[in-house]
């Protein structure tokens, strides 16, 4: 039995249908399916830790994109080896906890030398990590990731 042959309007019109699937399937994929951020609250820190290799000698800003909770205070230690400290607790939070009260820290080193000079920071805003931060430090190389205390 030989198929039937399709007429040209009918052609088009399957092709049509075809390019429109793809394009619904494609528009699907790029939509819906993102990655989760590896840290979603505080205590997943740790997963940048286990994950330390997936980090190292890729820009900062990659290991950023993978941290969902607001960073409300940032140190930078210029010294060698350089590093950030970022909390998820603002310096007046961290202020209000005891000595016994053990607060997480993020230690983020990096292989360049740190341009970071507290004096020259927004006034009010020395220990808050900012867009023009990401901006000017997102490129350093990450070296090594330390997490300690508790959330």
Sequence with gaps: M???????ANKIKNMKNTIRIISLFVILLSTGCKAQ???QT????????TNEQQFINRPLKDLLKEI??????????????SFFSFRFISREELRKKT???????????????L???????????????????????GNLTVTRIKVIGKP
């Design 2 to 8: 030989e198929p039937i042959p399709m007429s040209h």
């Design 37 to 39: 951020q590896m840290v």
């Design 42 to 49: 505080p205590s997943d820190a740790y997963k940048l830790k």
């Design 68 to 81: 969902k909770p607001e960073i409300k205070l940032v140190t930078g230690n210029v010294d060698y080896p």
């Design 99 to 113: 000595e016994s009260e053990n607060t997480l820290g993020l230690y983020v080193y990096v292989k360049e030398t």
């Design 115 to 137: 341009d970071w000079d507290f004096d020259k920071r927004p006034q009010g805003k020395e220990f808050e990590w900012s867009k023009e931060d990401l901006e000017k430090y």
